[in-house]
């Protein structure tokens, strides 16, 4: 099955009835059984996964504070996620105060919650970033991987291994190593910046300024930090899939392309890629569907600072919904990142249709 | 890069043993990184944070992290969390994926379907209700609350399915004939024949049970009752000022997934492939 069908019967709940005929003894027994055999799966199911989906959109339009009894309070949870207003007067005072004009335009928007605006600009820029990096470093490796010489198995183990590893001490390991002051990265920075300016300086060049950065610390640096870690994470997980792709390519139509006097990049870009645009599509969705779900490495990593530069939705949810039990605003909140998601995949699936190959 | 296309020459292959080896390092390091700190005292980390070895090797920091903060406690608590919501899982799996493979019933493609809706939903949606649902069964800060609700798997019982449905007819018709009932052809013909997707299968509950952290930080309050994501952040805290303990706590936490997936990276790898690929 591809992704493609399993996805288009997803969205065709009911299927047309055929004119229902009496069941056999044989019949009827078989159905019960299959019933029988489904039971445990099923009441699970309904009772952890249906119930509570249903409890949850009910909560997001209330007043639930896990206390007291909840109150229906409309949409006005969603109002206050993500409502805004526009104040004109405030566009006459920045002008006075000599801002530019798209920061005075900026300034008359008023949100309602400026931190969810915040969080999820953030869990848009770390899903994008992520994404941006590990895809096409992950095709190139998969591409390399494929080569027919010995310890190829042995290499993609060894780049698997970040993805079983537990993200809570994944992250605690990269904050030794984020670390301004002694950690990893800036020394080995510090003495790249060192070597290189025992080089130049003797040509008579300026020397270049160790930047130490404040990898957790830095409000511009923090977010890209941890998808630079998330990246190194799941750069494997991806390869993985591109790889099991590539070795279902036929290794014929590369030798009769290469017959033909097809060069090593028409190859890729005319065979390769057009065959690989299924896996690359499934690649894409999964990737934003689980960067969008970032939690444990703020959590563990900057407890969304510094200046929530790296809070994320799913992390400003579990303070709203689990520290401040505002559990109503906080299922709202969570209706929100389905509702992205489920934008996206939608968006991908019917964008699909133009870029994405398929055979037959 | 030769890459995918042609037999390699020997200087293509020196090329690309070494570019895959020095990506091999960036890979590795980190892990290197946690071990190698993990065996030093504080001190030692500051003065030379990129040397692998400190004067010794101080192995009492993983006796600090058993003595001082009850590592070993967290980690029986995951183990056994991880065996009950991993077979469990996969009992479920294997039954409901024969049913959708093998058996006719009214409602059973559309009862498929929400299933695989069901993969899309991210959990962060459930979560609140499922706080309440807890309250509701008294299994907050209880083992339950971490095994029962995990037990029931959309994608797993998808993946018996597909692998189930690849298995030829004729094997339950010839045992039907002789008289077998469909559970004992499940588990004496089918069951047998699913090593490796049951493998995958284990692969998947195992990686998810062992490393989840969001929900036992809602679900579990008691330190007695840890897992070892939430010990391992807990010790963060205590310990920030001493990375020694804190990676040696981290490697107690990373390295059984790691030493599993080293002894079955056949079925890791399987798993992911294939929903790729489907």
């Not at chain 1, 805004?84 to 008023?110: C, H, L, R």
């Not at chain 1, 291994?161 to 002051?181: C, D, K, N, S, T």
Request: charged fraction near 10%; proline fraction near 5%; glycine fraction near 6%.
């Amino acid at each position: 099955m591809s992704v493609q069908t399993a996805t288009s019967s997803r969205f065709r709940l009911f299927k047309r009835r055929t004119p229902r005929q009496p069941m056999t003894k044989a019949a009827r027994r078989e159905a019960i059984e299959g019933y029988l055999f489904l039971l445990p799966n099923f009441l699970g199911f309904v009772i952890f996964f249906a119930i509570p989906l249903l409890m949850s959109l009910y909560y997001s339009f209330t007043d639930y504070d896990l206390f007291n009894e909840p109150n229906f309070v409309g949409i006005k949870n969603y109002q206050q996620a993500v409502g805004f207003s526009i104040q004109p007067e405030a566009y006459q005072t920045a002008v006075q105060n000599n801002k530019s004009f798209i920061d005075a335009v900026g300034s008359m928007i008023k949100t309602n919650d400026p931190i969810f605006w915040t969080s999820l600009g953030n869990t848009i820029v770390y899903a994008l970033g992520v994404l941006i990096l590990t895809v096409p470093t992950a095709f190139w490796l998969a591409w390399l991987l494929n080569s027919k010489v010995r310890g190829m198995v042995f290499f993609r183990g060894l780049f698997y291994i970040p993805v079983v590893a537990a993200i809570v001490g994944v992250a605690l390991v990269w904050f030794w190593m984020f670390q301004r002051e002694s950690g990893v990265l800036n020394v080995v920075i510090t003495g790249i910046v060192n070597l290189l300016n025992g080089l130049i300086t003797p040509l008579g060049l300026k020397p270049i300024v160790d930047p130490t950065i404040g990898w957790l610390t830095d409000p511009n640096w923090a977010m890209s930090s941890l998808i630079i870690m998330r990246s190194w994470q799941t750069v494997g997980y991806n390869m993985v899939i591109f790889l099991a792709a590539l070795q279902a390519v036929p290794h014929m139509l590369f030798e009769a392309a290469l017959v033909d006097g097809a060069t090593r990049g028409d190859i890729r870009a005319k065979i390769v890629v057009p065959l690989l645009t299924p896996t690359i599509f499934f690649v894409v969705v999964t990737n934003i569907i689980n960067g969008l779900q970032i939690f444990a490495e703020p959590y563990i990593m900057t407890q969304g600072g510094p200046a929530n530069a790296t809070i994320t939705t799913v992390y400003y949810l579990y303070q709203k919904g689990f520290q401040r039990f505002q559990m109503g605003y906080g299922a709202s909140l969570a209706w929100i990142v389905f509702g992205i998601i489920f934008a996206v995949t939608s968006v991908q699936f019917r964008l699909s249709k133009r870029w994405v190959y398929e055979e037959g | 890069m030769i890459g995918s296309i042609q037999r390699a020459t020997r200087s293509q292959k020196f090329w690309l043993y070494v570019v895959l080896a020095s990506i091999a390092v960036v890979m590795i390091y980190p892990f290197v990184f946690m071990i190698a700190t993990s065996l030093k005292d504080t001190p030692e980390v500051f003065s030379d944070i990129l040397g692998l070895f400190g004067a010794k090797l101080r192995f009492e920091n993983y006796a600090t992290v058993f003595n001082n903060v009850n590592m070993g406690r967290y980690m029986l608590n995951t183990a056994f969390v991880t065996i009950c919501v991993t077979v469990g899982q996969i009992v479920t799996s294997v039954l409901g994926g024969y049913a959708f493979a093998r058996l006719n019933f009214p409602g059973r493609d559309l009862i498929f379907r929400m299933y695989l809706g069901t993969i899309m939903i991210p959990f962060t949606v459930i979560m609140i209700p499922m706080y309440k649902l807890m309250l509701f069964f008294d299994w907050i800060d209880k083992f339950q609350s971490l095994i029962i609700p995990w037990i029931f798997t959309a994608y797993g019982t998808f993946l018996m399915k597909q692998f189930f449905q690849g298995l030829p007819k004729e094997l339950e018709e010839a045992a039907l004939l002789d008289g077998a009932s469909r559970f004992q052809i499940l588990r004496r013909v089918f069951v047998p024949l699913s090593g490796p997707a049951i493998a995958t299968q284990f692969t998947i509950s195992f990686l998810y049970a062992w490393n989840s952290f969001i929900w036992p930080l809602v679900a579990i309050q008691s330190k007695a009752n840890y897992v070892v994501t939430q010990g391992l952040a807990d010790i963060q805290g205590g310990f920030h000022a001493q990375p020694p303990i804190v990676l040696a706590a981290a490697a107690l936490v990373i390295l059984p997934t790691v030493i599993v997936f080293v002894l079955a990276q056949r079925y890791f790898v399987e798993g992911v492939a294939t929903t790729g690929l489907k």
